[in-house]
């Protein structure tokens, strides 16, 4: 039996477990109603990554192939970093956001399953394939956060209620997350030389990695160079995560990713 087979089961306990925890979040007592709706929160996480782990297990490879496999350990990520994000800095909208979209992510995964194979093909049988993708994957979650912190940051501008204090959540969490797209990118040029004897070809993929990178820069820039333009840093950051997303999905419906050596996550 294919254990993909028991993907539903493990999705629909781990939803249950991030329902009740939003719902544990207009408990009258906050201090139990907080407590337990984390260890709700945390219960879903730990369901997903053992399904993750279980099917690493099954498959005999690790589950990073296809696009199915990498809205997994999204779904797995970004509820982590809500979690994290909550311990830290007690925002209850930025925990429940996380949890949404997990479930989103897991419910997509559910309704477009992938042709899940064991068989890894020759360029992907590299010691370097799980650490590149697992660290994008991980800054893809990460940035995530940040873009719905950057929209809720140009909302609370538009209703005249801005805080600084978000922006400094959204520095720290960029700061990871371009971080971890740093390892992304050389991992990757380190997998191509292996794999293709180049370390950079300009490949569609590559090109619109380079340029998520350089978008994360530039907003770091403007915070750096120019502190006091909050709202062009928040539109900046907003703008720089659909460039992620048409790196992440979009570019497989260029015409020029037909000559793409990443076409392997279709």
């Known amino acids: 039996m294919n254990y993909w087979d ?51 297990l099954h498959l005999e490879r690790p589950p990073i192939r296809t696009l199915g496999e990498t809205r997994l350990w999204y779904s797995a990520f970004v509820s982590l970093i809500g979690i994290l994000s909550f311990i830290r800095w007690r925002y209850k909208w930025l925990l429940d956001y996380s949890l949404i979209m997990s479930m989103l992510f897991l419910f997509i995964t559910w309704r477009h399953p992938d042709t899940y194979s064991k068989t890894l093909m020759p360029a992907l049988q590299s010691f370097w394939f799980i650490p590149h993708v697992l660290v994008y994957i991980f800054a893809y979650a990460l940035l995530a956060v940040s873009c719905i912190i950057a929209c809720w940051g140009l909302y609370q501008m538009y209703r005249n209620q801005f805080k600084d204090s978000l922006l400094v959540v959204a520095n720290n969490i960029v700061y990871m997350g371009i971080g971890f797209l740093t390892l992304g990118l050389i991992f990757g040029a380190l997998w191509a030389k292996e794999a293709w004897g180049h370390y950079w070809t300009f490949d569609p993929k590559e090109t619109w990695a380079l340029l998520t990178w350089l978008a994360y820069l530039i907003y770091i820039h403007i915070r750096y160079k120019q502190p006091n333009k909050k709202k062009a840093a928040l539109i900046m ?30």
């Open 6 to 56: 028991y993907f539903p089961m493990y999705a629909l306990v781990a939803a249950l477990f991030w329902i009740l925890s939003m719902l544990l979040h207009i408990s009258k007592n906050k201090t139990i109603g907080h407590t337990i709706s984390l260890i709700s929160a945390i219960a879903g996480t730990v369901v997903i990554f053992l399904f993750a782990i279980r099917l690493w």
């Open 237 to 266: 950051l907003a703008c720089s995560f659909v460039i992620l997303i048409i790196c992440w999905f979009g570019i497989n419906y260029l015409p020029s990713a037909s000559q793409s050596v990443h076409t392997y996550t279709s």
